[in-house]
């Protein structure tokens, strides 16, 4: 089982590479709730792991030609794999001749062997779990597919994803001034990190995933660490935690 994470900048790649197999990146304009957004590929050329290339967002009629131009860019770098959400994607994919894998990462869709199966006969050979099952569940689906499975096991997660841009309307509406990277939101005393740039707004959950006790009982191809709002000191911490967890120390 290896371990994934997404980055938030080459300073954290540079600090954790020796940690971890390989990282998640997203492509600016194409991608949500990636921590790393990229424009330039070359970047690429210089991360020696498994690379995935997130290119999850609901896509738009004047998207499609941008997309298969990054897929065919995508081509020239030695990448693991594609994440993707709009199955014009996979579309896109199908009518090119590609040597990287697509990753079936819907989110909250992902939760059952049998869907799994269906677009692997289309040729997807991995699928990103949803964050909203059991381990019980992830457990009877790897047990149920063939696909390869990546699993999120740490981290804040998205909880909710919109193409408006909720809090800019918020802040322009009332006639507020505020130049932050992240708002939260306080809501029966929890509180909901939330990030508004250029594709939308996206909320995330209150607290941590800690699934440090999963990932000593399931068998997956990849387990996803994600340093989103958390200290890279810290996180580097976490990372060690789960390369060196056993049953006997896991509490």
Do not use: C
Request: proline share 1%; glycine share 4%.
């Amino acid at each position: 089982m290896k371990i994934l994470t997404y980055p938030k900048n080459i300073k954290e790649i540079e600090n954790t590479k020796d940690l971890v197999d390989g990282f998640i990146i997203g492509i600016k304009g194409m991608s949500i709730n990636a921590n790393m957004y990229i424009e330039d590929l070359n970047i690429l050329k210089n991360i020696d792991k498994d690379i995935f290339i997130s290119l999850n967002k609901n896509m738009h009629n004047g998207d499609l030609e941008k997309i298969k131009n990054i897929l065919i860019d995508l081509n020239n770098y030695n990448i693991k794999g594609v994440l993707y959400y709009d199955v014009a994607v996979l579309s896109i994919y199908k009518s090119l001749d590609l040597n990287y894998d697509l990753v079936w990462a819907q989110e909250h869709l992902t939760t059952n062997s049998n869907t799994i199966n269906y677009w692997n006969k289309f040729g997807v050979n991995y699928t990103y779990l949803s964050s909203d099952i059991t381990e019980e569940e992830i457990i009877e689906i790897s047990k149920n597919t063939k696909s390869k499975l990546i699993v999120n096991l740490f981290g804040y997660l998205p909880m909710f994803v919109s193409k408006r841009h909720i809090v800019k309307n918020y802040l322009e509406y009332f006639k507020l001034k505020d130049n932050s990277n992240m708002n939260y939101m306080t809501k029966e005393n929890k509180t909901y990190p939330i990030i508004d740039n250029n594709i939308g707004t996206s909320v995330y959950s209150n607290n941590i995933l800690n699934g440090i006790k999963t990932s000593l009982n399931i068998d997956v191809e990849y387990i996803v660490l994600n340093s989103f709002n958390i200290e890279l000191s810290k996180f580097i911490d976490v990372i060690k935690m789960f390369k060196s967890v056993n049953n006997d120390n896991v509490n």
